[in-house]
């Protein structure tokens, strides 16, 4: 074994030599200061006045500069409700679009761990076919959807049974696996304008459901490909167990094999948390007032009323606070998560 492989296997720094462990620690120094300055810059930008702030750059509190508590004043007193109604909407919209992306997805991920999909290529084919057809009745015909849906889907069924039995060959659920992971290649942009067209259509524009269904739409093929190798690295045989005493396949997932890969759903659902809370683009597109997030706001600060950069401290620091503490707080889970993926990979 080389020094180098032997360097990476180690479990923990105690059990290095001494020399190595000063070097790793020094590292670890090293990148915890890379990390964290930022934040520390942040932190006391928000403290500073406009005048220190133009005036060069300055570290310490009480030292170099005076602190001041004008910049939290104006956000949390003088905005009011302006700060914390987006705030508000970023916290129903992130939690609730994380809820539903881990619950549809977790599910989805299960059934392609355990169940053995064959759709033939044809049907999948015909199904797409059907399916560009209404979209181009409904968006260059003038039909009305509902028509377009019924007639789509008769034609559907006529047609499966014998082009089915003529096809031969299937997919399996690795290619169902890629196709739905396959949907993240696409840059949100390209899809932003047909689904505020969709929305515009139904009258969602600027409700919080609106993002809570892009949001979780958008991050199910991250829980399906995040949790499939959890479910696949748990035994069946704890699973046919319990189908022999009789449970179904909801109680097994949700009583045995939820707990079991526990550390993978809470990194899961962390990751899903973070992207959403941090998203700009289709809340930039699908609200003006009533639903607008923290991202807005910070955005917009910078766009009315030009860089004010102790505002925007004070903005983005109180973005980023409950993200920090919750991945502090599920430390260990994700630590846990982290691992079991690493082992497995």
């Given at each position: 074994?080389?020094?180098l ?11 290095m030599?001494?020399g ?5 620690y020094?590292?670890l120094a090293?990148w915890?200061?890379v990390?964290?300055?930022?934040l520390y ?5 928000s ?6 702030v133009?005036?060069?750059?300055v570290?310490l509190?009480?030292?170099d ?9 104006y ?7 302006d700060?914390f109604?987006?705030y508000?909407?970023s916290l129903?919209?992130?939690t ?5 992306s881990?619950f549809f997805?977790?599910?989805a991920?299960?059934a ?8 033939p290529?044809?049907?999948v084919g015909?199904?797409?076919v059907?399916?560009?057809a209404?979209i181009?009745a ?9 028509i377009?849906?019924?007639?789509g889907?008769?034609f559907f069924v ?8 003529r096809?031969r060959r ?7 696996l890629f196709w739905i992971v396959?949907?993240?290649?696409l840059?949100p942009?390209?899809?932003v304008?047909p689904i505020?067209l ?6 969602l524009?600027d409700?919080h459901?609106?993002l809570?269904i ?9 829980v399906v490909w995040?949790?499939f190798d959890f479910?696949?690295g ?7 167990s319990a189908q022999?005493?009789g449970?179904?396949?909801f109680?097994i997932?949700?009583?045995i ?5 526990a550390p993978?759903?809470?990194?899961t659902?962390?990751l899903?948390?973070?992207?959403s809370w941090?998203?700009y683009?289709f809340?930039l597109f699908l ?9 807005l706001?910070v955005?917009a600060?910078?766009?009315t009323?030009g ?5 925007m401290s ?6 980023i ?5 919750l991945t502090?707080t599920?430390q260990?889970f994700?630590?846990k ?5 690493a082992v497995?990979?």
């Amino acid at each position: 074994m080389s020094v180098l492989k032997r360097w990476f296997v180690r479990a923990r720094i105690d059990e290095m030599p001494p020399g190595s462990r000063v070097i790793a620690y020094a590292l670890l120094a090293l990148w915890s200061l890379v990390v964290l300055f930022p934040l520390y810059w942040m932190a006391i930008t928000s403290f500073k006045l406009p005048i220190d702030v133009s005036s060069g750059p300055v570290y310490l509190p009480f030292i170099d500069f005076k602190p001041s508590l004008d910049a939290w004043h104006y956000i949390f007193v003088d905005l009011g409700p302006d700060t914390f109604r987006p705030y508000l909407n970023s916290l129903i919209i992130a939690t609730c679009g994380t809820a539903a992306s881990v619950f549809f997805g977790s599910m989805a991920a299960y059934a392609l761990a355990r169940i053995a999909y064959k759709p033939p290529v044809a049907a999948v084919g015909l199904g797409v076919v059907m399916i560009a057809a209404l979209i181009a009745a409904v968006g260059w015909g003038g039909v009305d959807l509902r028509i377009a849906a019924a007639v789509g889907l008769a034609f559907f069924v006529l047609l499966l049974r014998p082009i089915v039995r003529r096809a031969r060959r299937h997919l399996g659920n690795d290619d169902i696996l890629f196709w739905i992971v396959s949907q993240r290649i696409l840059p949100p942009v390209v899809t932003v304008i047909p689904i505020y067209l969709t929305f515009k259509s139904v009258g969602l524009l600027d409700t919080h459901l609106a993002l809570i269904i892009t949001y979780a739409t958008a991050n199910v093929p991250i829980v399906v490909w995040l949790m499939f190798d959890f479910f696949d690295g748990v035994p069946k045989e704890i699973e046919e167990s319990a189908q022999i005493d009789g449970a179904t396949r909801f109680a097994i997932l949700f009583g045995i094999v939820f707990p079991l890969v526990a550390p993978g759903l809470v990194a899961t659902s962390l990751l899903v948390l973070i992207l959403s809370w941090n998203e700009y683009l289709f809340a930039l597109f699908l609200t003006t007032a009533n639903a607008q997030t923290l991202p807005l706001l910070v955005a917009a600060q910078n766009a009315t009323r030009g860089p004010q950069w102790w505002n925007m401290s004070v903005l983005i620091l109180i973005m980023i606070l409950p993200v920090m503490l919750l991945t502090l707080t599920l430390q260990r889970f994700i630590v846990k998560g982290i691992l079991v993926g690493a082992v497995k990979g």
